[in-house]
């Protein structure tokens, strides 16, 4: 069962790394100021508090400089 988009925006007061969790809070406002459908905010926001989680309290999404940073979550999600 999906997550509604209030019950996904609560949880970015849980990301580990405030930054990260400042970052996230900010584009979900840009993504309701564009006007984006509920659903894209819901979606786009579960990734990244997904990346968010997966990086931990120690790194920021500003540290982020290899494309194996991102291909690691990914790689998590394969179905075998």
Known sequence: MPF???TTVSKI???PNQTNA???SKFHHYMQFRNCSERHQ???LQVL???AHFLG???SFYNIEQKE???ALLDTKKKQ
């Open 4 to 6: 509604k988009l209030n």
């Open 13 to 15: 007061n849980l990301i």
């Open 22 to 24: 400042k970052l996230v």
């Open 42 to 44: 819901n979606n786009n």
């Open 49 to 51: 508090i997904t990346f």
């Open 57 to 59: 309290p120690t790194i």
């Open 69 to 71: 940073q991102i291909l």
